[in-house]
T-cell receptor
Framework: QQQVKQSPQSLIVQKGGISIINCAYE??????FPWYQQFPGKGPALLIA?????SEKKEGRFTISFNKSAKQFSLHIMDSQPGDSATYFC??????????????FGTGTRLKVLA | ETGVTQSPTHLIKTRGQQVTLRCSSQ?????VSWYQQALGQGPQFIFQ???????GRGNFPPRFSGLQFPNYSSELNVNALELDDSALYLC???????????FGSGTRLTVV
């Protein structure tokens, strides 16, 4: 119930195309859903995040779509660029009674954007 | 804000040894978490510290321990190293009222 399932494992997109990465969760107590971008040798960097009271959030070329009833959320990268080539992780979190905000990460999607 | 910095960047240890990894969080970030990221996997939560006390732990044995200091720095200590402890160890911090964690670049630990 604590898992976050992410797909696809890898993705190849042409420059200018749309990259779509999907995640699904089971725990309905999750209340915060961030996406992180990670380049080789670097730590994850927060890209965009959403709460379950919103169905969509857009920041520049990045959009999160959230379907609360289906317990799914996805990241859309519009006009994908070679510089977007990285590994993307979805995550989910909730606040425990002790005050812990633990992120449960997906297994990652390796995106390659062809020039 | 200066970001989250971790040291060292790389480390090689022998099985059975002990290791201490260090993290310097951003000013005002009184919550710090440590994650273990195995190659090709997503980060796994180790534990969280808030105001210098551990207030949450993932599925890691007691030989993984930590400290948080008043100057927003923290440590991860691992005793009796095992080969499976080889991973990227990430420190993440945030302000109390902000859910978004800022991650450091990590320490790559190799146990031989």
């Amino acid at each position: 119930q604590q898992q976050v399932k992410q797909s696809p494992q890898s993705l190849i997109v042409q420059k200018g195309g749309i990259s779509i990465i999907n995640c699904a969760y089971e725990n309905t107590a999750f209340d915060y859903f961030p996406w992180y971008q990670q380049f080789p040798g670097k730590g994850p960097a927060l890209l965009i995040a959403i709460r379950p009271d919103v169905s969509e959030k857009k920041e520049g070329r990045f959009t999160i779509s959230f379907n609360k009833s289906a317990k799914q959320f996805s990241l859309h990268i519009m006009d994908s660029q070679p510089g977007d080539s990285a590994t993307y992780f979805c995550a989910a979190s909730t606040r425990s009674v002790s005050g812990t905000y633990k992120y449960i990460f997906g297994t990652g999607t390796r995106l390659k954007v062809l020039a | 804000e200066t970001g989250v910095t971790q040291s060292p960047t790389h480390l090689i240890k022998t099985r059975g040894q002990q290791v201490t990894l260090r993290c310097s969080s951003q000013s005002g970030h009184n919550t710090v978490s440590w994650y273990q990221q195995a190659l090709g996997q997503g980060p796994q939560f180790i534990f969280q510290y808030y105001r210098e006390e551990e207030n949450g732990r993932g599925n890691f044995p007691p030989r993984f321990s930590g400290l948080q200091f008043p100057n927003y720095s923290s440590e991860l200590n691992v005793n009796a190293l095992e080969l499976d402890d080889s991973a990227l160890y990430l420190c993440a911090s945030r302000r109390q009222a902000n859910y978004g964690y800022t991650f450091g670049s990590g320490t790559r630990l190799t146990v031989v």
